[in-house]
């Protein structure tokens, strides 16, 4: 198909603006483009730091559980009679010696707390 050319003639004044406009809209697409290879450029890195944030995160929780792991567990104190508590702590083999000591002072609070209480 044979392409037809047209021609018309403009006033310089309306020229001059119609390539003005032309000419910014052109530099506005050229600004867009150019921000959206920076914003290309911000998403690769936040999908990096995103992957080293996991990667920490998982870090710190293996780091929790081995911690939880190594420490005795102490379980929530519950109120057996009126003003007395009682504590169950289950404790390595190691810890098992002071166990006695545990208590001695577990009952020292518990008489401190009863008479404070009294």
Do not use: C, W
């Amino acid at each position: 198909m044979k392409e037809k050319q047209i021609y018309f003639s403009l006033e310089p004044d309306e020229y001059s603006e119609n390539k003005s406009s032309l000419l910014n809209a052109r530099a506005d697409v050229l600004h867009m483009m150019k921000h959206v290879e920076g914003l290309k450029a911000i998403k690769i890195e936040k999908e990096k730091l995103k992957t080293q944030l996991n990667e920490i995160f998982a870090d710190i929780l293996a780091r929790i559980k081995d911690f939880e792991e190594s420490v005795p567990h102490v379980s929530v104190f519950k109120k057996e009679k009126a003003g007395e508590m009682k504590a169950s702590i289950s404790l390595d083999s190691e810890s098992e010696k002071s166990s006695s000591m545990i208590d001695e002072e577990l009952q020292e609070i518990q008489e401190k707390l009863a008479r404070l209480n009294s």
